[in-house]
């Protein structure tokens, strides 16, 4: 289980980002993150999967513990190996190298051959397949999804976390990588799930956090989250306004931030 406590990072120095944030993803659950632009989830993430470095921030309060260790201070291959993997926002594959070669720099923490399992990807997602010694950057956006998946998928992990993976993307592909999300989910993969569009994470998740201005603001099972107010109305678009006026006028704000 990936358990977070209390965690406050800060980028360079003064910039707080995240205050006071606790959530927990069991084993074999998917767990969605809500939130605005700029409420933190990427930096969330970062502290997970030890990026934060690259950034010039650091975990000043509380802690990460995967499976009962603490992953603060530990390099981001030593967290790959331990069992997380990360599909980061906007894909970035190696676009210069072919899609065979991304699965293999996938597979970058394990020893032996894996060219079975790329096999199976290329089987698994025949377009990957179909270009297999292309280079990636010569994919179309959902098809850098795909790739970018199976890429994290090579390192074998327990837990895998998602940032955004719908983005950019036409609502056909997004129905696939939602499907997709289910698919590995059902082989027994954890899921941290963070995705713009709240109806499709509610739907894949069991449990859900909202976070905005670098705190929770909200928790609970996503059917919970499906029927809070809130939610609905800033989230899932289910305001009720019955005419211009209201529309004009209305100043509600959200529960959470009374």
């Avoid at 993150?33 to 690259?54: E, F, H, M, Q, V």
């Avoid at 809070?228 to 209201?246: A, H, K, Q």
């Amino acid at each position: 289980m990936l358990d977070i406590a209390n965690i406050e990072v800060v980028y360079n120095g003064v910039m707080l980002v995240l205050q006071g944030v606790s959530l927990q993803v069991p084993d074999g659950a998917v767990v969605a993150l809500l939130g605005p632009n700029g409420a933190g989830k990427t930096t969330l993430l970062r502290a997970i999967t030890g990026l934060l470095d690259l950034h010039d921030g650091e975990v000043t309060k509380g802690d990460i513990a995967w499976r009962g260790q603490s992953v603060l201070q530990r390099p981001a291959s030593d967290i790959v190996k331990s069992g997380i993997s990360q599909v980061m926002e906007g894909r970035r594959v190696l676009a210069e190298l072919t899609v065979e070669e991304n699965l293999r720099a996938g597979a970058y923490t394990r020893t032996g051959d894996v060219s079975e399992d790329i096999d199976g990807f290329c089987a698994r997602f025949p377009i990957l397949g179909q270009r297999r010694n292309k280079p990636a950057g010569y994919l179309s956006g959902g098809e850098q999804q795909m790739l970018a998946i199976a890429r994290a998928l090579m390192a074998k992990p327990a837990l895998l976390v998602l940032d955004e993976p719908s983005l950019g993307l036409a609502p056909r592909i997004v129905e696939q990588v939602a499907e997709l999300v289910t698919v590995i989910n059902a082989t027994g993969v954890s899921v941290l799930l963070v995705e713009q569009n709240a109806r499709v994470a509610l739907e894949l998740a069991s449990h859900a956090y909202v976070i905005e201005n670098g705190r929770v603001v909200l928790d609970g099972t996503s059917e919970e989250l499906q029927n809070d107010r809130d939610v609905r109305e800033f989230y899932l678009g289910g305001g009720v306004r019955t005419n211009y006026r209201d529309v004009k006028l209305y100043r509600r704000r959200k529960r959470w931030l009374s």
